[in-house]
């Protein structure tokens, strides 16, 4: 299905236009609330992306006054994108003409799309413009709500959209009706001012609504038509209730997707993605995972419970966790195995190699087959810089080992267990530097009496 609407509208221009400048005030944030994220990217990015997939040819992004970290992350994700500020908020109709000048470049298609709408799919864009495409001049994106109080009502006549009506202007029988408007639009790119430039704010609130061009449309002989889609596609984020709801079904579809793609989830609902995460084939992630932006796991590998990954590659075969935290970097290498209670940051572990325990490795890159015993930590950082460490193959940290960077452990070396390491050690040589172990015979005894008499005292 998603070719086929991807392919009817393939050779037409499509100017999309994103409605960002609400502030969100029931968001209760410093930060607006278009930025506000779900699965690790924020809600406008979201849109902006699915855009871009669903064939917009270009993009307009309206915002706030004074809201430079909006149009950063708009030039973040989309560097070609206009940026147009909607200085007073009269209603989405104004804030629509507020990209006046983008319109005025024209397309054959123009999307009208909502920062605070993050799980919106690609084909329910594409689906929303076909009617474009055979002949209708507006097309409005609907949805059966179980409860529609609050949203706008499609006024229908048969299979005809007649108008939308806002909740505060509908009659009772019209608050009835169950077919809402799940907000977004598409207008015929060579009608859209003049539909636009006809809205009047003859309503309850003064505003200028965008739904009033279904009507301006049909008085002028124009068709309209009906998309209708899920309502969780449509869900809006107003506060952070919504934002959890948003984030908990974007997660289901990630778990959806990944289990279809071969990966075992054995408590799916305990499994959190980013919207980026890439699991290769018989990819086993066992409960309590946490995976941040940036992470790929190759065919094989076996996440274990309570692991927290960011920005790092796994290969084929290799094993992770429990308790482990991968952070940016970090690059473990085919059948390599990270275990409990052990952070790596931007370090190459090598095929085979074990950390299996309770150790630290950062700015490092280890060997081959190494083993790296627990209690082991790289000191790469002296409160100015960072400096590196790296360990051979088939190398052999023992337990409780400091490694003091930058330094060099040569290939097939031994650490003895307890050392503190300031200098290089060639190939297979051993390192030990430690204080020499001393045994006083009979001290303990002479140690207690002494105590027991001073406690009696």
């Not at 609407?5 to 502030?23: D, F, K, M, P, Y």
Request: charged content about 20%; overall charge neutral; proline content about 3%.
């Amino acid at each position: 299905m998603t070719l086929s609407h991807t392919s009817q509208t393939s050779s037409r221009s499509c100017l999309a236009i994103v409605l960002a400048a609400g502030e969100g005030t029931r968001m209760k944030s410093a930060k607006p609330k278009v930025l506000h994220q779900v699965a690790n990217r924020s809600m406008l990015g979201h849109v902006l992306a699915t855009l871009t997939q669903a064939g917009a040819t270009s993009t307009a992004v309206v915002i706030g006054p004074e809201r430079e970290d909006v149009a950063q992350e708009v030039r973040k994700i989309l560097p070609g994108a206009g940026i147009f500020v909607q200085r007073d908020r009269l209603g989405t109709a104004h804030a629509v003409l507020s990209a006046r000048e983008a319109l005025e470049q024209g397309a054959d298609d123009v999307i009208i799309a909502f920062g605070d709408t993050p799980l919106i799919l690609p084909e329910t864009f594409a689906k929303l413009r076909s009617p474009l495409r055979e002949g209708a001049a507006v097309v409005a994106m609907g949805f059966d709500a179980k409860d529609p109080t609050g949203y706008g009502r499609f006024i229908t006549s048969g299979s005809e959209l007649l108008a939308i009506r806002e909740h505060k202007d509908a009659t009772e029988a019209e608050r009835a009706i169950t077919l809402c408007n799940g907000g977004l639009m598409a207008i015929r790119g060579d009608l859209a001012l003049a539909l636009l430039d006809r809205v009047e704010n003859k309503n309850a609130k003064g505003e200028y609504y965008l739904t009033d061009i279904v009507e301006i449309a049909r008085s002028l002989g124009h068709r309209t038509a009906i998309a209708v889609v899920s309502e969780e596609e449509v869900h809006g984020v107003n506060d952070r209730a919504q934002l959890a709801a948003a984030e908990r079904m974007i997660q289901d579809r990630l778990r959806l997707a990944a289990m279809a793609d071969g990966v075992t989830l054995v408590a799916p609902e305990t499994v959190f993605f980013s919207h980026d995460t890439r699991l290769g084939q018989d990819v086993v992630v066992e409960p309590h995972v946490f995976f941040g932006p940036g992470v790929v796991v190759e065919a094989g590998a076996v996440i274990h419970g309570f692991s927290h990954l960011e920005g790092t590659r796994i290969a084929s075969g290799a094993g992770v966790g429990p308790y482990a935290r991968l952070r940016p970097g970090a690059t473990i290498g085919p059948k390599a195995k990270v275990g409990n209670f052990v952070e790596i940051k931007n370090t190459e572990l090598g095929a085979g190699a074990k950390v299996s325990h309770l150790t630290y490795l950062g700015d490092a890159s280890v060997g081959a087959e190494a083993n790296i015993g627990a209690g082991t930590i790289t000191c790469n950082y002296d409160g100015f810089g960072k400096y590196r460490t790296e360990i051979g193959e088939g190398a052999f940290i023992g337990s409780n080992s400091a490694l003091v960077a930058p330094v060099t452990i040569g290939k097939g070396a031994f650490v003895g267990s307890g050392s503190v390491i300031t200098e290089s050690i060639p190939d297979d040589a051993l390192g030990l530097a430690r204080g020499r172990q001393t045994i006083k015979e009979g001290w303990a005894v002479s140690f207690r009496e002494k105590a027991q008499a001073a406690k009696r005292k």
